[in-house]
């Protein structure tokens, strides 16, 4: 059925002016919406690596569909700049529902084996926040997805702080409202906490992230706010300075998907801390971790109208039925929370000393680019400080079962690592692994 708000959009009329959702804003450790705090209920939208906010026939079914069972974001890894997604972005606001976006794609990503941050990579970074920062329904960019997933990807961190700073840099160049900025992080059990200190530490918040998201497949089946190991991940986030929530959640092993994990989440041991979770994932892919399918032709988009496979999809929306935290007020939250310290580096393990310069490109770089002058430029930035403090030369163990974890599946046509190999990781017991392949498409 097409509905009449979709007719306006697919004939380019909006009620976008009339309509549009209040934009998302940070202050201490949690979001806001219009004056009252905002919890994300989210699901991963992307099912092959094509851009999902294009097809406006597709994004109504999805969005109507997930907005039946209390949808209020969704996460998209990979757009296209060069597409025109009014009309999706459109539809989703209408929904209400929020896109926190990727502004790397496959082939401008930090790489954790040879960490670069080039005007390259960043020119193609303004192209995604040129075109998405006008929706207001756009809520968060995130920097990088899973950049490091082992150990010895350590050393490249500074680069997702020296990709924070010049994006950051380039958004208030352009006058841009400030949109939150953050990074989502893999669940590596070895880079806690210090990954997630390292990226919201020090003093300048213009090179640190905005919000911390967790990709994290610990809870699952019977599990419990204990056994799951939730409670350890609460206790390094207590006091965190700035928000924090899963970016992916909702293992698929080990029983019935239940979604218990969304009651802890939302109740009374976490919800002062955490802004909630995305589910992975919408588009059920061969990982099998979808809420809804398209029908039998293996079409993952293609205008099919969505079918929610069951009692996965409704077991979400019983747990999302009950679960309406209310938060606090802007007006009545004045934080005092210091960023965290800086980690100093340890022998065979976190690899940066401190809070060391950051390979920025530099203002020259910047400013030309808000000028929009987006020819890459072929000198090297000249004034941007030496990285020094850190080895930029990472010798990445060879593949380490759990400890690498497959790509985003919107990534890969991989398999998600299931949640016992995780699950392994946490109690760092002794891995036996599925070789993770991975197939880039
Ligand atoms: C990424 O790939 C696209 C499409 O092939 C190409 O136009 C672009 O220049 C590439 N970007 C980088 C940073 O290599
Ligand atoms: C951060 O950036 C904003 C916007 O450019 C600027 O007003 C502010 O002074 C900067 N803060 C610091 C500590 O440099």
């Known amino acids: 059925m097409v509905s009449f708000r979709s007719l306006l959009a697919l004939t380019g009329?909006?009620?976008?002016?009339?309509?549009?959702?209040?934009?998302?804003?940070?202050?201490?450790?949690?979001?806001?919406?219009?004056?009252?705090?905002?919890?994300?209920?989210?699901?991963?939208?992307?099912?092959?690596?094509?851009?999902?906010?294009?097809?406006?026939?597709?994004?109504?079914m999805d969005a109507e569909s997930m907005a039946v069972i209390g949808t209020n974001s969704i996460r998209v890894y990979h757009v296209d700049p060069y597409a025109n997604h009014d009309g999706c972005m459109d539809v989703f606001s209408q929904n209400g529902i929020y896109v926190w976006l990727d502004l790397d794609t496959f082939n401008t990503t930090i790489e954790q084996t040879a960490p670069t941050w080039t005007a390259e990579q960043?020119?193609?970074?303004?192209?995604?926040?040129?075109?998405?920062?006008?929706?207001?329904?756009?809520?968060?960019?995130?920097?990088?997805?899973?950049?490091?997933?082992?150990?010895?990807?350590?050393?490249?961190?500074?680069?997702?702080?020296?990709?924070?700073?010049?994006?950051?840099?380039?958004m208030a160049a352009k006058k841009y409202r400030s949109i939150p900025m953050g990074y989502s992080a893999a669940d590596i059990a070895e880079l806690r906490p210090a990954l997630q200190n390292y990226l919201a530490c020090g003093d300048d918040i213009n090179k640190s992230i905005d919000f911390y998201g967790l990709n994290s497949y610990e809870w699952c089946g019977d599990a419990t706010y204990q056994s799951s190991g939730y409670a350890n991940l609460q206790a390094m986030s207590e006091g965190y300075s700035i928000p924090i929530f899963f970016s992916e959640t909702g293992?698929?092993?080990?029983?019935?998907?239940?979604?218990?994990?969304?009651a802890a989440i939302f109740g009374p041991d976490m919800v002062g801390t955490w802004s909630g979770s995305i589910i992975y994932?919408?588009?059920?892919?061969?990982n099998d971790y979808g809420l809804v399918s398209y029908g039998s032709n293996g079409e993952i988009y293609g205008d099919n109208k969505p079918t929610p496979i069951q009692p996965d999809y409704s077991n979400l929306a019983g747990q999302w039925k009950t679960i309406t935290p209310s938060g606090v007020a802007e007006s009545a939250y004045t934080p005092s929370l210091s960023p965290p310290a800086c980690p100093s580096?340890?022998?065979?393990?976190?690899?940066?000393?401190?809070?060391?310069?950051?390979?920025?490109?530099?203002?020259?770089?910047?400013?030309?680019?808000?000028?929009?002058?987006?020819?890459?430029?072929?000198?090297?930035?000249?004034?941007?400080?030496?990285?020094?403090?850190?080895?930029?030369?990472?010798?990445v163990a060879s593949q380490t079962g759990s400890q690498t974890s497959a790509a985003s599946a919107s990534q890969t046509s991989s398999s998600k690592p299931n949640g016992a190999e995780r699950l392994g990781a946490f109690a760092g017991a002794p891995l036996a692994f599925a070789a993770i392949a991975l197939f880039f498409v």
């Open 281 to 286: 994932e919408w588009v059920q892919e061969t």
């Open 345 to 395: 580096s340890t022998a065979g393990a976190w690899a940066v000393n401190g809070n060391p310069p950051i390979p920025t490109l530099g203002s020259k770089i910047v400013n030309q680019a808000a000028a929009n002058n987006k020819q890459i430029p072929t000198e090297s930035p000249s004034a941007g400080p030496t990285p020094s403090g850190f080895t930029a030369e990472t010798t």
């Open 251 to 262: 293992c698929n092993v080990g029983g019935a998907r239940t979604f218990n994990d969304q």
């Open 13 to 60: 009329l909006t009620l976008a002016a009339a309509n549009s959702l209040p934009t998302i804003s940070v202050k201490g450790a949690k979001f806001f919406a219009d004056g009252q705090q905002f919890f994300i209920k989210g699901v991963a939208y992307q099912g092959t690596p094509a851009d999902p906010l294009v097809d406006i026939t597709q994004c109504t």
């Open 122 to 170: 960043f020119i193609a970074f303004t192209q995604v926040m040129d075109v998405f920062q006008q929706y207001d329904n756009l809520a968060g960019f995130w920097i990088g997805n899973e950049v490091i997933n082992t150990l010895a990807g350590s050393p490249s961190a500074p680069y997702v702080k020296a990709a924070v700073a010049d994006m950051k840099a380039y």
